[in-house]
């Protein structure tokens, strides 16, 4: 039985370039029903996939996103928030979303790897130190060991908009 990390390394990951938003859309919508969150359609509107699609675009030099793909089928997804100014806030991106759309847990493991170790080899590449995690995004123990990740205390604070 191969390795986490040697079943990881077998998952392609890639960018996804801006012509393949409605891609990412889809990706998203397949993970919202594999929770059972399927978003209601509103009448006369854009459906999810497009909503998520166009919203993506407008946006995506400060929403990098990678899709995972392993046997010709896209297996997981994942976007990042990359620092908007210089010397504002820590400095480095965040993974704010990543989706493996895999139901096997030995396989979502390395689908999630596989996709964590490509946004660090682009962290890497663009000069950033690090990638920090978003408190929401759930990264299984093996990952964070196989991603040699630091887990650090979190402080959350929450300003309330009404008395």
């Known amino acids: 039985m191969p ?3 040697e079943s990881a390394a077998a998952v392609r990951v890639r960018t996804v370039p801006d012509d393949e938003a409605l891609l990412l859309g889809a990706l998203h919508l397949q993970s919202l029903r594999r929770r ?3 978003p209601a359609a509103r009448p006369g509107g854009p459906s999810h996939v497009q909503a998520f699609a166009r919203s993506w675009q407008q946006r995506s030099l400060d929403l990098p996103a990678w899709v995972a793909e392993a046997d010709g089928e ?3 997804m994942t976007i990042c928030r990359v620092p908007l100014l210089p010397r504002v806030g820590p400095g480095t991106p965040e993974l704010v979303l990543l989706e493996a759309l895999v ?3 030995p396989r979502a493991e390395a689908v999630t790897l596989a996709l964590v170790r490509g946004i660090v080899s682009w962290a890497r590449r663009e000069g950033y130190p690090a990638v920090e995690v978003a408190h929401d995004v759930r990264l299984p123990t093996a990952v964070l060991d196989g991603a040699r990740a630091d887990v650090l205390p979190l402080r959350r604070v929450s300003l309330p908009t009404s008395p």
Request: proline share 0%; glycine share 24%.
């Open 3 to 5: 390795s986490l990390g």
């Open 36 to 38: 059972g969150r399927t």
């Open 74 to 76: 896209h297996v997981g």
């Open 103 to 105: 139901e096997e847990e």
